[in-house]
């Protein structure tokens, strides 16, 4: 008789009898002699992400786990494990994720239409706050999950008909809080994507969710170790992994975020201490050493899952008992194959959720379509572009069966602070030798006056350059397409400025202007996608120019006068910068052209023209950037004419030079600007910056006066940061020809 048949007739004989040694033998022939194993993964924000450790050493050492019940970043994990991915599935994906732009508030700027990228320019993104029903609201999360919620979406697309979570390749509980009672909420059926993101909104970062009608907030505030949900599916055996956020100490309770974190921190220590006590002898406990690293760290995915893996293994004594024969564990596996399922053929494409907007204005520009086979791809593109407008604060797809076929359905959730939307910037400035200024902005823009998508914008300066402007945007066709969006735009623009006047472009100044003018216009436009817009206008400007401290100039004709032009306006934009300010990466293309007729003082319907040129590259290599800036400017208008000329100086504009002290009707600049980002970001702010920049230039009279030998240099060095209200500059510029002057301000040099 062969060994291997004698073996087997051995321990037949054995288990007939009741022997120990047998039975223990037979316990790793398969799942069905086995205690049933349950895995539970607390939450811990990036900490959750050491699960994907721990899983790949069970899976390496043949431990199944025959079902799984996870809290927030818990849950995240342990529903993708369920789902049928394996660890190393698991590893591959989040370490490709970029995890800087996952939690963008909205999507990346150059996928916005040019009116929201156009808002970048005068205020920041990062501060808006609105207006519904007559109340002042705020965002309810800091950070946007839309990203984390595509990542979801694609991931479980190969069980996204799977209602029941006993039915995934390995039964799934995800554990959250009813927001209204505070009550645990374990849910075990329905949409999976959005159980896991419902699971994880973290109070005051993420948004909480609507799931069947509840208000779902994150599960680590009630059950952020669900031991007690791992035995309600039927384990006997646990193997619990606990990477909870541990409390912090006296040097972190110094400011709100920090009270508020350490506040979350001792609710969810205080439920796992309970789940802690519930473990049996027989249970194995996993707390992976993570050390200084926090729950916002996803930027240290490759580190935290090393932190699993080692925690697991140090356990190896205790997990081997838990293991099973190869060809039990090989039968394990093919039991969570992912079954592919049948491609989807759509046949509607659906809007749901807003009560505010029209999105099926925007039916026309998405690339998913009915007769299309389903692709993630698609559907994910189109996801950004309905939020590109501003309008949602989550926009989420999904592919279900309805009665005409699968449909494409897009679920979109009105910002609840919205559609009047209100932002504040702040400029305030000195150059350290008596100039400073200051100005208060408030803009403010009601989206959806109609169902075509009709906007008022408006804008406020309160302070040394006061400025009034509003448009009225109204789209011209109920459908937008590729080549049929055209809007028409009514604008006006009231503002007030002082200026000085240098002599001979000196330093020294020899009078004060006050100019005061009111602008009309009217254009025809038509967004080039996603890379710009095209206008064509009427454009009706009225000012006047008032001497403030000019005793020189009390008799000049052009003083004191009502002056006005009508002219054909023309402008084109092409943005692809990823940031108004400190961009790292993009360019950025400007041309303005307008011609008409002027008149006033002496000058009787003259004809002029100005033409304006600008364009922005900009390339990053690491936390090194490149910037290269050129714009030019020709004018051709009477001479005695008070429209005034184009000027130079000022921080990066000249550096070194006094604002406005260079002065004509063609100009020529160019700078090349070298900046690092820091790798720390400060709160409130995008990040640090220094560098500096190297610029020439000048202006003329007139054009064919131009000579490459009247060129200035100037150069800056400066240290910033990108925040809520504005970037933020403290620099030193620097001129042969100027002088030297320091710079500090707050807002747009």
């Known amino acids: 008789m062969r060994p291997e048949a004698r073996s087997g007739l051995l321990l037949a004989l054995a288990l007939l009898i009741g022997s120990p040694l047998a039975q223990a033998q037979a316990q790793t022939t398969g799942p069905a002699e086995r205690p049933p194993i349950g895995l539970v993964l ?25 079902m799984v019940a996870g809290t927030s970043m818990g849950a995240i994990i342990g529903g993708l494990y369920a789902s049928g991915m394996s660890a190393r599935d698991l590893e591959r994906e989040l370490l490709a994720v970029n995890w800087g732009t996952v939690f963008n508030s909205r999507v990346d700027r150059q996928q916005l239409s040019q009116r929201r990228k156009e808002e970048d320019f005068e205020f920041s993104p990062a501060v808006e706050v609105g207006m519904r029903d007559g109340e002042i609201r705020l965002p309810q999360g800091t950070l946007s999950s839309r990203g984390l919620e595509i990542l979801l979406r694609r991931f479980t697309l ?20 009813d927001l209204e009672t505070g009550a645990q909420l374990v849910m075990s059926r329905g949409d999976l994507a959005l159980a896991l993101r419902s699971s994880m909104s973290v109070p005051g970062v993420f948004a909480p969710t609507e799931w069947q009608e509840r208000i779902l907030g994150d599960g680590g505030l009630v059950n952020n170790l669900p031991v007690d949900v791992a035995r309600g599916l039927g384990a006997q055996r646990l193997i619990a992994v606990n990477v909870g956020t541990p409390l912090s100490g006296r040097s972190a309770l110094n400011s709100l975020v920090g009270v508020t974190g350490q506040m979350i921190n001792i609710l969810t220590e205080q439920n796992v201490q309970r789940s802690l006590a519930t473990l049996a002898p027989s249970d194995l406990l996993i707390t992976p050493q993570l050390g200084p690293l926090g729950a916002s760290d996803f930027d240290k995915t490759r580190e935290l899952i090393a932190a699993g893996e080692a925690a697991a293994e140090a356990m190896l004594p205790r997990l081997r008992s838990l293991a099973v024969s190869p060809e039990a564990y090989a039968e394990w596996q093919l039991e969570r194959v992912r079954r592919n399922q049948p491609k989807a053929m759509l046949a509607a494409v659906k809007f749901e959720g807003s009560s505010i ?82 100005n208060l902005r408030i803009s403010h823009n009601r989206h959806w006056l109609t169902p075509l998508g009709t906007e008022w914008r408006n804008q406020l300066t309160i302070g040394q350059t006061p400025r009034f402007y509003s448009e009225i945007y109204q789209p011209l066709s109920f459908q937008l397409g590729r080549s049929n969006d055209w809007f028409v735009s009514g604008w006006a623009e009231l503002d007030r400025r002082n200026f000085t006047l240098y002599q001979d ?99 009787r319907h003259a004809a002029f023209h100005r033409a304006e040129l600008q364009g922005s590259w900009v390339r990053s290599w690491g936390t090194h950037t490149l910037n290269l800036h050129a714009r030019t400017f020709l004018a051709r208008q009477p001479e005695d004419s008070a429209q005034g000329p184009y000027s130079l100086g000022g921080f990066q504009q000249l550096s070194g030079y006094q604002p406005g002290q260079l002065i004509g009707d063609t100009l020529v600049f160019g700078r090349a600007t070298y900046y690092r980002r820091l790798r720390e970001t400060p709160l409130l702010t995008r990040g640090f910056f220094y560098g500096g920049s190297l610029e020439i230039g000048n202006a003329w009279g007139q054009s064919d006066k131009v000579s490459s030998k009247d060129l200035r240099t100037a150069a800056s060095l400066f240290i910033g940061a990108d925040t809520g209200i504005g970037p933020l500059y403290l620099a030193v510029g620097m001129a042969p020809q100027g002088s030297k002057a320091i710079y500090l301000f707050i807002g747009r040099p």
């Open 505 to 603: 472009t000196s330093d020294v100044a020899v009078a004060r202007l006050q100019r005061q003018a009111a602008t009309f216009g009217a254009d025809l436009g038509q967004p080039w996608g996603r890379l710009g817009e095209l206008r064509l206008g009427l454009q009706h400007q009225n000012w006047r120019v008032t001497p403030k401290l000019a005793p020189f100039l009390l008799n000049d004709n052009r003083l004191d006068k009502v002056w006005s032009e009508t002219g054909l306006r023309l402008k084109a934009v092409v943005d692809q910068l990823d940031f108004a300010n400190f961009p790292q990466r993009g360019y950025r293309v400007l041309f303005e052209a307008i011609a008409g007729q002027q008149s006033g003082g002496s000058v």
């Open 158 to 177: 190969p069980v996204r008909n799977v209602q029941n979570f006993d039915d995934l390749p390995t039964p799934f509980r995800a554990v959250a809080t």
């Open 42 to 66: 607390s939450g811990g924000g990036a900490r959750g992400l050491a699960h994907v450790g721990v899983l790949k050493v069970l899976e390496r050492e043949r431990i199944p786990a025959d």
């Open 357 to 438: 907007t029209n999105p099926e204005r925007f039916k026309a520009q998405l690339e998913s379509a009915p007769g299309q086979i389903f692709d993630t791809e698609r559907a994910e593109r189109d996801a950004r572009l309905l939020a590109s407008s501003g309008d949602y604060e989550r926009v989420d797809y999904h592919v279900e069966q309805r009665a005409g076929g699968d449909a494409l359905v897009f679920t979109m959730d009105d910002k609840h602070w919205g559609p009047n939307y209100f932002r504040i910037g702040l400029d305030l400035s000195t150059d350290f030798d008596g100039e400073s200024a200051f």
